[in-house]
C-alpha cells in the first residue's frame, strides 16, 4: 500500500521558519518527481514547490520563491520542505504529492495520483 505521511506544520509567528517531511512507503519514487501543494480555507489547492527525481531541478510558485525550499532523499524516500520568513498568508494545509508517470507537468495537480493526508501551517501575526 502506497502512503504519503506528511509531518511537521505547526502553529508559528510570522518571521519564522518550519521543516515539512514527507515520508512515502508502498514503493520507491525515485524515478518520479515530487511536489508540495497547500490549501488555505476557502480557496483552491495550489501549487508549492516540486522538485525532479533526481534533485536538480526545483520549480516554485512566485508566492514563495526565495523563501521556500525543496529537497528530497532518495535513499530515504522522504521529500521536505524548509519554509522560511513565514508570512500569515501561508497558513494552510500543506500537501505532499507524487505522480506514477514520469513525464508530466510539474505544476498540475492533475498530474499526482498519490496524496498524504496534510499537515496544517498556522502562521500568525
Known amino acids: 500500500q502506497v502512503q504519503l505521511v506528511e509531518s511537521g506544520g505547526g502553529l508559528v509567528q510570522a518571521g519564522d521558519s518550519l521543516r515539512l517531511s514527507c515520508a512515502a512507503s508502498?514503493?520507491?519514487?525515485?524515478?518520479?518527481?515530487m511536489a508540495w501543494f497547500r490549501q488555505a480555507p476557502g480557496k483552491e489547492r495550489e501549487f508549492v514547490a516540486a522538485?525532479?527525481?533526481?534533485?536538480?531541478?526545483?520549480y516554485y510558485a512566485d508566492s514563495v520563491k526565495g523563501r521556500f525550499t525543496i529537497s528530497r532523499d532518495n535513499a530515504k524516500n522522504m521529500v521536505y520542505l524548509r519554509m522560511n520568513t513565514l508570512k500569515p498568508e501561508d497558513t494552510a494545509v500543506y500537501y505532499c504529492?507524487?505522480?506514477?508517470?514520469?513525464?508530466?507537468?510539474?505544476?498540475?495537480?492533475?498530474?499526482?495520483?498519490?496524496w498524504g493526508q496534510g499537515t496544517q501551517v498556522t502562521v500568525s501575526s
Open positions: 504529492a507524487a505522480p506514477t508517470r514520469e513525464a508530466i507537468v510539474i505544476q498540475l495537480i492533475s498530474e499526482y495520483d498519490y
Open positions: 508502498g514503493r520507491s519514487f525515485s524515478t518520479v518527481a
Open positions: 522538485i525532479t527525481c533526481t534533485g536538480v531541478t526545483t
